[in-house]
């Protein structure tokens, strides 16, 4: 599962330092930027103005300057490994904000947390996690909730994320009979660094564990595939990918598409279906199945037929996962499980 989406943060440079090792390709760096394998910009703007993070846009930092702060950062950002960023992508970025021009202020941070809110929810906020995890941590509490995770594990997935975080997901995907990915396949989306210890303490982490443990609660791990069209036919599986006998299991379970606007549902399969209904929050009609419970290892698929294919992107079919039981402990429910528009291959949909 793809958990733990990383952002990169540098220290201060001397304005007007001279990109000494100007070897880069902005053009790169800036696709690299703005595509969706990084989400540094959760935490530095989306044009590099800073915001959790530090300005990055006209700093003037050399390839060299940058690459340091980004192998051994000074601040609280985690550190980045090689077969995370190679030394070519930091040139590139490097070379992209050398491109832009300094800011005259930083933007907001991406999330504050919320009034009196409770002490580990604020620790999650003050030490960056919240930029990248949103406030109520949802994906990192599904992955938790999907192995039972005690702090240990927890701990290890902060301090040694590069290392530990391959090994749980092998172990999620040898437990639900999905082959390892292939040696030198390529990364994908760019992973959480590795936290130093002196910068996020053990006590810190203990009281964000805690807070997600206890206080709200660990979620179900669900994930949806949506699957490219055969004409105007979709597949989509939900499958609770957590380990048998250890995940948690998702009770009273709403599956929805959303149908974009001008199409019909011409024909549907799988069980539990409700038919089609308009709903305020997704702003469209939506095709709706029941599932009374997903327990680790568990696996529904459906099918769609609308009247013509939907359109690509956004702005098509799309749709999201509900589920009654075990709902957060404290606090409104607002635990949502996406289902993304279909990519080559499916796409596993990600938490709200």
């Known amino acids: 599962m793809k958990k733990f989406l990383a952002v990169i943060s540098v220290v201060c440079a001397i304005p007007g330092a001279a990109f000494a090792q100007g070897t880069g390709d902005a053009a790169a760096g800036k696709s690299l930027w703005e595509g969706n394998n990084t989400q540094c910009r959760n935490c530095h703007g989306k044009d590099g103005e800073g915001a959790f993070g530090p300005d990055l846009a006209g700093r003037g930092l050399s390839t060299a300057e940058f690459q340091q702060a980004v192998r051994h950062p000074w601040g609280v950002m985690p550190a980045f490994v090689d077969t995370q960023l190679s030394d070519g992508d930091l040139a590139n970025l490097a070379a992209y ?7 005259a202020a930083p933007g907001p941070w991406r999330f504050t947390s919320p009034a009196a809110a409770p002490s580990g929810q604020q620790v999650l906020h003050d030490v960056g996690c919240a930029q990248c995890h949103g ?12 192995v039972n995770a005690e702090f240990a594990l927890f701990k290890n997935i902060v301090y040694t994320h590069t290392v530990t975080m391959p090994q749980v997901e092998e172990e999620l995907g040898a437990d639900a009979g999905r082959p390892p990915p292939a040696p030198g396949a390529p990364p994908g989306i760019l992973r959480m660094g590795n936290f130093n210890p002196t910068r ?8 964000i ?13 669900l994930q949806a595939r949506l699957m490219p069209p055969q004409g105007a036919t979709y597949t989509l599986t939900v499958t609770n990918s957590g380990l048998k006998g250890k995940g948690m299991t998702a009770q009273g379970v709403k599956v929805g598409l959303v149908i974009p606007a001008g199409i019909d549902v011409v024909s549907t399969t799988g069980a539990g279906y409700k038919g089609v209904h308009m709903d305020a929050a997704a702003k469209g009609n939506v095709a709706e199945w029941d599932v009374a419970r997903l327990a680790p290892h568990d696996s529904v698929t459906y099918t769609i037929t609308l009247s013509k294919p939907s359109p690509a992107g956004p702005d098509g079919i799309k749709g999201m996962i509900t589920w009654a039981k075990p709902a957060p402990k404290s606090g409104p429910n607002l635990d949502v499980q996406n289902i993304n528009p279909p990519q080559a291959g499916g796409a596993r949909g990600g938490p709200g």
């Open 135 to 146: 406030q109520t941590f949802d994906m990192p509490r599904a992955l938790l909730g999907g």
């Open 97 to 103: 904000f050398g491109s832009l021009q300094k800011v």
């Open 209 to 221: 564990f805690d807070w997600s443990k206890n206080e709200i609660g660990f979620r179900p791990s």
């Open 200 to 207: 996020v303490s053990e006590d810190q982490l203990k009281a």
